[in-house]
């Protein structure tokens, strides 16, 4: 059924002076570098090509970075009929547009929002053979103003970019990537491609049944190791304390991934106040479009922001120089933890890719739909919780890779964290004074708050006062709050000793 190709492209040595278009006698070649300044293709590029050009449905796996655009842009010039090429998100849609007139071609858009008069304007170019290339989204395909065009444009390739989404979100908020089907149907069955980072061989038969009407379809799938990034989890009693101290330590650019679109800009106003810095923004999909080109702009040209974003912003993301991701909230797979985490080093330099983890993390499985979404999610909780596993081998074995020599990450270099950092002191202090003293105080104490009620309680003399008192109160209240739901303090409830902090 698949056709494999797991090897890393070769290192090249290319020519000193650069090779005329006119000495190249392969026509593919010699295409790349007249129309699109590419003087060599790797060889999964030109596997690609050729199958497309031989007209083979494929599904095709590729890293970040790897050129995966090369691989459709070429053979649309080379086809007799218009290429149609499918985006998930509408910043993919103007970033491909942009590339594509960079080279000279006069691509189509087609997006929701367009007029009457926009759309027969573009049906008309495309019947002219003005326009060899359309792109657009699966809602707008969809509507029956599109489909039922679509046979009439005698489409030769239809392209399908960010295939993992066919999972990851037609199961849930974009029920349109569920009906891919239609759209290929709709369009006359053309020979059809889909491309993606990372895909399991759960998401992988999910793409053939859905895409491909669970026909045979060939796979070519490269390296999705990405040996430049350092892979880590970090166990945290709470968040907000976490993400601050990485935020300060990290080498920027850096982007921290949320679950949520509240939880970024929560998280960019408290590092806001606490860095005391205006290189902090927030992005997520609900931003006017805008706004969200001037973050866009922005963060590309910056080398010390910080960028708070959910998913809205890790798809096809060109920044090559992010040193730093975090994950702030455990992803929902596998395929997304590797997306998002790709984002860092696309310029081959050395970059960091960090986990947190918490309890919360864990009690977030029980609002996970029940099937396929819980296992992939069970998943990514069981590689947070190994500390004896290379995070490199665990994650290219979710993929159905072959397992790569280890680059860098937590566990390999003996440095995976068992216990959250302040967790010790926090336990420790409890167990010499059990019975003792009550959360408030305990919190009052360990961050060396010197307030008036520190100074009625005479609790400034303790020892311990100041012992951690780089963490922010209220990170340390909940802090002694996760430990309580899990049971590793108590509160007595009643009795001479209520409300006072016990082991558990």
């Excluded at 007249?34 to 199958?51: A, D, G, K, M």
């Excluded at 994950?327 to 997306?339: M, N």
């Excluded at 864990?362 to 004896?388: D, N």
């Excluded at 002694?480 to 082991?503: D, E, Q």
Aim: charged share 25%; hydrophobic share 40%; with cysteine.
């Amino acid at each position: 059924m698949y056709n494999q190709l797991n090897e890393s492209p070769p290192a090249v040595k290319l020519p000193a002076e650069p090779v005329p278009p006119a000495a190249i006698t392969d026509p593919v070649a010699r295409l790349a570098m007249e129309r699109f300044n590419i003087p060599y293709l790797f060889p999964y590029q030109r596997l690609v090509i050729s199958n497309i050009l031989e007209g083979r449905n494929q599904i095709v796996i590729l890293p970040t970075g790897a050129g995966k655009s090369l691989c459709f842009q070429v053979p649309s010039v080379m086809l007799p009929g218009p290429t149609l090429v499918i985006f998930p998100l509408l910043s993919l849609m103007a970033d491909q547009a942009r590339r594509l007139e960079e080279t000279g071609m006069t691509p189509g858009l087609l997006r929701g929002g367009q007029s009457r008069e926009e759309h027969e304007s573009l049906w008309e170019r495309i019947g002219q053979g003005t326009c060899r290339f359309i792109i657009s989204n699966p809602e707008t395909l969809l509507a029956e103003s599109t489909a039922c065009r679509l046979k009439e444009l005698h489409i030769s390739h239809l392209v399908i970019d960010e295939t993992h989404t066919v999972s990851e979100w037609g199961e849930s908020f974009r029920p349109s990537y569920l009906r891919l089907g239609e759209i290929v149907e709709a369009a006359g069955k053309p020979l059809v491609t889909a491309f993606t980072a990372t895909a399991s061989p759960l998401i992988l038969e999910k793409i053939r049944q859905i895409v491909f009407a669970g026909e045979a379809v060939l796979l070519v799938s490269g390296n999705p190791d990405r040996p430049n990034i350092s892979y880590s989890v970090l166990p945290v009693l709470n968040k907000n304390h976490a993400v601050t101290l990485l935020a300060k330590s990290m080498e920027k650019p850096l982007i921290i991934f949320h679950r949520s679109r509240p939880g970024t800009e929560m998280t960019a106003r408290l590092l806001r106040n606490r860095l005391t810095s205006d290189e902090i923004f927030f992005y997520h999909a609900a931003l006017e479009k805008e706004e969200k080109k001037r973050l866009e702009k922005w963060f590309f040209s910056s080398k010390n922001g910080i960028l708070c974003a959910t998913c809205a912003y890790g798809l096809g993301v060109d920044k090559p120089d992010i040193r730093s991701v975090i994950h702030r909230d455990v992803p929902p797979s596998v395929e997304s933890y590797l997306q998002e985490s790709g984002r860092a080093g696309r310029d081959k330099d050395d970059s960091k890719a960090v986990l947190l983890f918490s309890e919360e993390d864990r009690e977030a499985e029980a609002l996970t739909e029940v099937g396929i979404q819980r296992e992939r999610y069970r998943k990514m909780l069981e590689y947070c919780g190994s500390r004896t596993r290379c995070r490199r081998e665990f994650l290219l074995e979710e993929l159905g890779a072959a397992p790569e020599a280890c680059f860098g990450c937590d566990v390999c270099a003996g440095k995976a964290a068992s216990v959250a950092e302040g967790e010790r002191d926090i336990l420790l202090f409890v167990q010499k004074n059990r019975h003792r003293f009550t959360s408030r105080e305990t919190r009052t104490i360990l961050c060396g708050l010197m307030n008036y009620f520190c100074r009625e309680q005479r609790l400034w003399k303790h020892r311990w006062f100041g012992r951690l008192d780089h963490w922010a109160p209220d990170d340390m209240e909940d802090a002694i709050g996760t430990l309580l739901r899990r049971g590793a303090l108590k509160l007595p409830p009643t009795g001479l000793f209520k409300n006072r902090l016990i082991p558990g």
